[in-house]
């Protein structure tokens, strides 16, 4: 069963950082493409961020370049995303969310991502 449990979020000023972390368990580490989403109160879902585990390949929405880092430990099967010079406009529900990657898909951060975390809370106060 695949389990994708998120951790790190919480309140910061603008212009602070935190870093989220997404345990994973249940899959082959490898074969898969992790990315982050979030959720802002009232609208809808949007991608961040994703990785391809394989090579390590990343992507990010504009809004999340040159602010957002997303890596991954092999080792511990974990996926990270820093974030740094948080605006309130950040603020959400970040969501770890998990597919498998076979390579053949140009922009991985727009597949269908079908195993999801629970989510973790991010509150960016001005």
């Known amino acids: 069963e695949v389990q994708l449990v998120e951790s790190g979020g919480g309140s910061v000023q603008t212009g602070g950082s935190l870093r989220l972390s997404c345990s994973t368990s249940?899959?082959?580490?490898?074969?898969?493409?992790i990315a982050w989403f979030r959720q802002a109160p009232g609208k809808e879902r949007e991608a961040v961020s994703c990785?391809?585990?394989?090579?390590?390949?990343?992507y990010y929405e504009d809004f999340a370049k040159g602010r957002f880092t997303i890596s991954s430990d092999k080792a511990k099967n974990m996926v990270y995303l820093q974030m740094n010079s948080l605006n309130p406009e950040d603020t959400g529900v970040y969501y770890c969310?998990?597919?498998?990657?076979?390579?053949?898909?140009?922009?991985?951060?727009?597949?269908?991502?079908?195993?999801w975390g629970q989510g973790t809370q991010v509150t960016v106060s001005s």
């Open positions: 969310a998990a597919t498998y990657y076979s390579g053949s898909y140009a922009y991985p951060l727009y597949m269908e991502y079908d195993n």
């Open positions: 990785i391809v585990i394989a090579d390590s390949r990343t």
């Open positions: 249940g899959f082959t580490f490898d074969d898969y493409s």
